[in-house]
């Protein structure tokens, strides 16, 4: 079975770092891009940063992480990280992962992802 478990939620100061993890398996991980997508309380969710499948060597980040924000992947251990430096109180929600099985012309639009971690909390405030 697919499965994605993200992890490394929890309550930081504004200006601090947290970095999340999310671990895969099921599927042959190389082949797929991962995506890291955020949800505020009454908000849609959307889309933070996303990796690209090995071999493509891609990351995207939405405008308001650039700079702050870093997506990487571990193959050998089949994990997709999100370290986030520099985080603002716009920057709490719950994140999750997801596995895109296609990313088209637009990495951020949900219905490019199948599959979906079950979510860690990010909460920042002083």
């Known amino acids: 079975d697919v499965q994605l478990q993200a992890y490394g939620g929890g309550l930081v100061q504004p200006g601090g770092s947290l970095r999340l993890s999310c671990a895969a398996s099921?599927?042959?991980?190389?082949?797929?891009?991962i995506g890291w997508f955020r949800q505020a309380p009454g908000k849609d969710r959307e889309g933070v940063s996303c990796?690209?499948?090995?071999?493509?060597?891609?990351?995207w980040y939405r405008d308001s992480v650039k700079g702050r924000f870093t997506i990487s992947r571990d193959n050998t251990n089949n994990m997709v990280y999100l370290q986030m430096n520099g985080l603002e109180p716009d920057d709490t929600a719950v994140y999750y992962c997801g596995r895109a099985f296609s990313l088209g012309n637009n990495w951020r639009d949900l219905n490019n992802y199948d599959y979906w971690g079950q979510g860690t909390l990010v909460t920042v405030s002083s």
């Open positions: 099921g599927f042959t991980f190389s082949d797929y891009a």
């Open positions: 990796i690209s499948a090995v071999g493509q060597d891609r990351t």
